[in-house]
Nanobody
Framework: QVQLVESGGGLVQSGGSLRLSCKVS??????????MGWYRQAPGQQREWIAT???????NYADSVKGRFIISRDDPESTVALEMNNLKAEDTAVYYC???????????????WGQGTQVTVSS
């Protein structure tokens, strides 16, 4: 069983910073954690992708957060973090961690999701 657990959300003023963290845990040894990323969902809106840290070390960002957010990854700790700077009211959303994980050799990779953490930016 694979679980992704986020932490670090909260309330911050516009222009401030927050750091989100997500840890992957499993009941056994995982074969491979490929890409890890972050998504967010604001009230009444669809979930949107915001950043990915791929297995080959490349990072990609949505235009809405490029230059303000930084995604990082610690493979030995099976964690991915999102440093969010210069936060704006429109960044308010529930943030979800995503992992593309292969649990055993030869099995297909699949997406796993965290439970979400609320980020609220006051203007």
């Amino acid at each position: 069983q694979v679980q992704l657990v986020e932490s670090g959300g909260g309330l911050v003023q516009s222009g401030g910073s927050l750091r989100l963290s997500c840890k992957v845990s499993a009941s056994g040894t995982l074969f491979d954690i490929n890409a890890m990323g972050w998504y967010r969902q604001a009230p009444g809106q669809q979930r949107e992708w915001i950043a990915t840290f791929s297995g080959d070390g490349t990072t990609n960002y949505a235009d809405s957060v490029k230059g303000r957010f930084i995604i990082s990854r610690d493979d030995p700790e099976s964690t991915v973090a999102l440093e969010m700077n210069n936060l704006k009211a429109e960044d308010t959303a529930v943030y979800y961690c995503n992992g593309r994980i292969t649990t055993t050799r030869g099995s297909p990779s699949r997406d796993y999701w965290g439970q979400g953490t609320q980020v609220t930016v006051s203007s």
